[in-house]
């Protein structure tokens, strides 16, 4: 089929038919990257022979890769994609460590610890509640994991004090892991990528499996996942990476632009296309795009453009304060549905920081607008929803080691960190799950009386709930009223927290049984249906639900990339905002803060790049001539990004608005349309 016929541009086709080793596609954004990766999927399968379980693609998000899924089925018979693989790195990586889990040193039931989790364990090993020391040591070990450092490589490349602490705690966080047969996020391709590289045979196999790999948003990866990649694809390196340096904004999680730089020096006949033509904005939008980006360093040059046409002028809006911002945005919003006859989930409206967001929300719904977040806590990922899904998780399954930590500890019963690493141990040396590691022989000669105790006590009042809801079947909640009378969960959320919020918890709480009680009555399932149809609901929740719902989106930038809307409202463009500048108090080592702010500026002026070329049809931006910081208010400046955007007067409110306010003018355009 011709290159045409299948909607591709000259650069998209090259990107596509190249076979001849490896290839870098700048993808810029809105240039249809998904469209090359697809249908250079469908090439390979359709045209080259290749089979389809032969074929990888790469991604970082599930959306991203069900998407890619689907359009490659619009593409393919449903039998010539029979074993393709197109996932995230990290189900990836979690496919790898099943299958070679005993090479990797793990049992086959090897247990796999979310944030939550593992900010448990660093809470027992520093014993402090300092929620913002945890969360730094918990990042600092997940970018050493990332750089492949582990703790003793880790302990030879501190910076700052700070650091020095985070390696002592990684080396006991890295013992209690393997003390559980636990895994963390990180692991899922730090592990992988340790063991392709380090076993020949293992090595190999894999890479007899993978004849072509493809790589979506390969800007982001960290230095793990390009090594991942590099072990999979070995010597014959038949893969193609999609990329756009210009959006690389990732580097406080671990990812690194310089490794499109790299690829060039690691594979020297590297083939690189870019992607140039945006087919999302108008071109006065990609203009300001390329201006600003135009300030960072150029590593490969490239220059968006659209036969979109020229599209309308760019405005920004200069306010008092976050409140009379926060104003404008909600009549704004109001006055263009009406004057564009739109809906509303044709407006964004993107920020820097969540907290941004708060003023926002209230003039929306004061306003009565409808509006959607992304990124805001899911029902399931509450503290207190977790603490009894824990439980049922257990008692359905005795192996789940990470729901046997959690319940075995909240509420407290006597057990610590010394203990349950103990029994990890004792667990690792039988291959057996911890729950079953509580009557080992070799425990009761481990465990000193008054620690094993309440393990026994714990075992037997599991063991009892779990008799119990065997013998009730297809009731299976029956059990679950008896399980929250017996650990007093809700005492124990009034002993940890004030009124209020306990109260809020414990309603949460009986949400959620409620439900479960009418679940399992309904459907007739038992409590170990119940756990796997929680677990299904977690991972598949909200997943294209926002799409369906005519309402603003409210976003942070980060959350916004790889998205598009017709209208944007980009609010909080002013210094120490975008760009953010960090925390006063940041611990950057000695000798290093220029290099530091230089590289930060960089980032900062790339996501205001994503920003910018969210935007289908039209842009306005806001900033605050002061803004309040606890109960005062500073005085703050336009952003530096503006003046690089190169709008000159095309930004100036048009001189019929220029002495109307959003409220006047909205008032206007009512009266007309009663007239």
Not at 39 to 58: D, P, V
Not at 230 to 247: I, K, N
Request: glycine share 6%; with cysteine.
């Amino acid at each position: 089929m011709s290159a045409v016929a299948l909607g591709l541009n000259p650069a998209q086709n090259e990107a596509v038919r190249y076979l001849n080793g490896p290839a870098l596609v700048l993808a810029g954004a809105g240039s249809g990257k998904t469209r090359v990766i697809t249908q250079k999927i469908a090439y390979l399968i359709g045209e080259c022979g290749y089979s389809a379980r032969r074929i990888i693609a790469l991604t970082f998000t599930n959306k991203a890769a069900l998407e890619m899924a689907e359009r490659v089925q619009d593409l393919l018979e449903k039998k010539q994609s029979k074993g393709l693989t197109i996932s995230t790195f990290h189900s990836l990586g979690l496919k790898i460590l099943r299958e070679e889990a005993e090479a990797a040193g793990l049992k086959p039931r090897f247990s796999i610890m979310d944030s939550n989790d593992t900010l448990g364990i660093i809470q027992e090993i520093l014993a402090t509640t300092d929620k913002g020391r945890l969360r730094a040591v918990q990042q600092d070990i997940s970018l050493w994991k990332n750089a492949l450092l582990n703790p003793d490589a880790a302990a030879n490349a501190i910076l700052t004090p700070s650091q020095a602490e985070s390696a002592k705690v990684y080396r006991s966080y890295d013992e209690t892991l393997r003390a559980y047969q636990a895994v963390d996020f990180d692991d899922l391709i730090r592990l992988p990528t340790q063991l392709l590289e380090q076993n020949e045979q293992v090595r190999k196999r894999w890479q007899e499996r993978v004849h072509y790999l493809l790589v979506d948003e390969y800007q982001d990866t960290n230095t793990c996942q390009y090594r991942l990649v590099q072990a999979l694809v070995g010597d014959r390196a038949m893969f193609t990476a999609v990329g756009d340096d210009d959006q690389a904004i990732y580097a406080w999680r671990g990812a690194t632009v310089e490794n499109l730089h790299q690829l060039t020096l690691d594979y020297p006949d590297l083939k690189l296309i870019k992607l140039e033509q945006n087919y999302r904005s108008s071109q006065r939008i990609l203009e300001a795009a390329n201006n600003v980006i135009g300030h960072n360093p150029i590593v490969f040059g490239k220059k968006l453009w659209s036969d979109l046409g020229i599209g309308e002028g760019i405005k920004i809006k200069d306010c008092d304060d976050e409140q009379s911002e926060s104003e404008w945005v909600g009549i704004s919003l109001s006055a263009e549905k009406f004057e564009r006859k739109a809906q509303w989930g044709d407006f964004a409206v993107l920020y820097r920081s969540n907290q941004q967001a708060r003023l926002i929300e209230q003039q929306l719904r004061e306003l009565r607008i409808p509006y959607v977040m992304s990124g805001g806590q899911s029902f399931f990922d509450k503290a207190e929803i977790r603490d009894i899904l824990a439980y049922i998780r257990l008692i359905a399954n005795h192996d789940d080691d990470p729901a046997f930590i959690r319940a075995a500890t909240t509420p407290r019963r006597g057990i610590g960190q010394g203990t349950l690493t103990q029994l990890g141990a004792v667990a690792m040396e039988h291959k057996i799950s911890m729950f079953e590691a509580i009557h080992a022989i070799s425990l009761t000669e481990t465990l000193a009386e008054r620690q094993l105790k309440p393990l026994q006590v714990f075992s037997e009042f599991i063991t009892r709930l779990r008799v119990k809801a065997e013998r009730t079947g297809r009731e299976g909640a029956a059990v679950l009223d008896e399980l929250l009378s017996a650990i007093n969960y809700e005492g124990y959320l009034y002993d940890v927290f004030d009124d209020k919020p306990a109260l809020s918890r414990w309603q949460n709480v009986l949400e959620l049984t409620g439900w479960l009680k009418s679940k399992a009555e309904q459907d007739e399932m038992s409590l170990l249906d119940l756990s796997q149809h929680v677990a299904l609901i977690t991972m598949l929740e909200r997943n294209g639900q926002d799409d369906e719902i005519d309402a603003v989106h409210l976003s942070t930038l980060h959350a916004a990339k790889g998205l598009e809307y017709k209208h944007v409202f980009l609010i909080g463009v002013e210094e120490g905002l975008l760009p953010h500048l960090g925390r006063d108090d940041e611990d950057i080592p000695v000798g290093q803060e220029e290099t530091v702010m230089t590289q930060r500026i960089q980032e900062e002026r790339r996501l205001m790049y994503v920003g910018i070329t969210r935007a289908q049809r039209s842009l306005r931006l806001s900033w605050c001539k002061r803004r309040r910081r606890g109960k005062e208010y500073t005085v703050r400046e336009k952003s530096r990004f503006i003046t690089e955007m190169g709008l000159a007067e095309t930004a100036i409110v048009e001189a019929a608005e220029a002495h109307m306010s959003p409220k006047q003018r909205l008032g206007m355009l009512k009266d007309l349309l009663q007239k």
